[in-house]
């Protein structure tokens, strides 16, 4: 795992994640560090640019999380939401473009831009012969600043109170994801970045994954989560940005992205074939197709009507005409496919 650095921790495992990539400034509070309020927002990246060589893995990504958002950062393999997680806890440094964490620079005003932020990149590392408790004393040791106190009732967050002696190696994937979001617990923060947190677990560790991060969300930590796990981001986020190919192809409240691609029907008829004709020539349908639930099309409500009597007179009945609510997924791959 690639934590939010903690300060001076060179020997846990994921504090050298965190630092392997990291700009040498990254540890190190700048003489001067940009000024943190408390009505920053937590996290403000402007024209965000990351360059491997010819690959531009992030391509002038924008991103605006508000206090109490829960924030899903989604796109397909590649598109750059790893990158820009390294970005946002100052683990690797911009090409081009800024960012704010509270109104701090992660990479000039290093450690100190991380106060109140904490969070995890890629996959879990502890070091597998200790125990989680051991693993979380190292972590809190770094942090000081009553961390340690903090671990018993971070276990108890995450489930593992009654795992905490056994030894990281013999945990699960689902266990080491949750000792990874204990980690960054025990720092209090009032910022969580977790990429792909439920990623690989089964139903059940999925289902709890999303009960943990709802009920820190409840209790008002602002988090941003990457995923590819549409309908937990549907169910969790309050706002979305989708990336393609390191670009930002659409952000803002998932309320309103859901609401704007309304409009769709799915229509039964007797005859889905003939039907899908008129469909096709009638003004004002669009994308109108056949599938195994029968006809689907997107219009107005006057062109959905229109359609229907245009049936009837060509002797085409009607089963079944339903309003269909496209869910996150069908946009996702609307955004991110199209060509
Ligand atoms: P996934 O969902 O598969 O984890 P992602 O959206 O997190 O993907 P990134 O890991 O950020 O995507 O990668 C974005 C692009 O940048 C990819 O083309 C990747 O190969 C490239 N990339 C990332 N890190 C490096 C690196 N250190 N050197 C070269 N290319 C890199």
Redesign the pocket.
């Known amino acids: 795992m690639s934590t939010a650095p903690h300060p001076g921790a060179p020997a846990a495992p994921g504090a050298a994640a965190a630092r392997r990539g990291a700009p040498a400034t990254a540890s190190r509070p700048a003489s001067h560090p940009s000024k943190a309020t408390d009505r920053a927002l937590p996290i403000e990246a402007r024209g965000l640019v990351k360059r491997?060589?010819e690959?531009i893995?992030?391509d002038h990504v924008d991103l605006t999380v508000e206090a109490g958002d829960v924030y899903g950062f989604l796109?397909?393999?590649?598109?750059?939401?790893?990158?820009?997680l390294r970005m946002l806890l100052g683990l690797i440094r911009p090409s081009e473009g800024s960012v704010r964490l509270f109104g701090r620079d992660p990479i000039a005003d290093g450690i100190q831009a991380l106060e109140g932020v904490a969070g995890f990149v890629e996959a879990p590392r502890f070091y597998p012969y200790l125990t989680g408790q051991k693993n979380l004393e190292l972590l809190a040791a770094y942090d000081g600043g009553g961390a340690a106190t903090r671990i018993e009732e971070a276990l108890e967050t995450v489930g593992l109170t009654a795992r905490r002696r056994h030894r990281v190696g013999g945990y699960s994937h689902g266990m080491k994801q949750r000792l990874g979001i204990a980690a960054a617990l025990i720092r209090r923060p009032r910022l969580l970045l977790l990429d792909?947190p439920a990623t690989g677990l089964d139903p059940g560790g999925m289902r709890d994954m999303r009960a943990l991060v709802r009920r820190l969300a409840d209790e008002g930590m602002t988090v941003l989560l990457?995923s590819?796990l549409l309908t937990e981001v549907e169910e969790l986020c309050n706002r979305v940005a989708i990336?393609r190919a390191?670009a930002v192809v659409h952000e803002g409240m998932l309320i309103d992205l859901l609401a704007a691609a309304a409009g769709g029907y799915r229509l039964e008829t007797t005859d889905d074939e003939v039907a899908l004709g008129l469909a096709r020539a009638h003004a004002g349908v669009s994308d109108a197709d056949t599938g195994p639930g029968g006809l689907t099309l997107r219009a107005e409500r006057e062109a959905v009507a229109e359609l229907t009597l245009e049936l009837a007179a060509h002797g085409v009945g009607l089963h079944a005409l339903t309003p269909s609510r496209p869910g996150l997924e069908e946009l996702f791959l609307r955004l991110t496919e199209s060509p």
Request: a neutral charge; charged letters at 10%.
């Open positions: 491997y060589g690959i893995a992030v796109g397909p393999n590649g598109a750059g939401k790893t990158t820009t792909e990457s590819h990336v390191g």
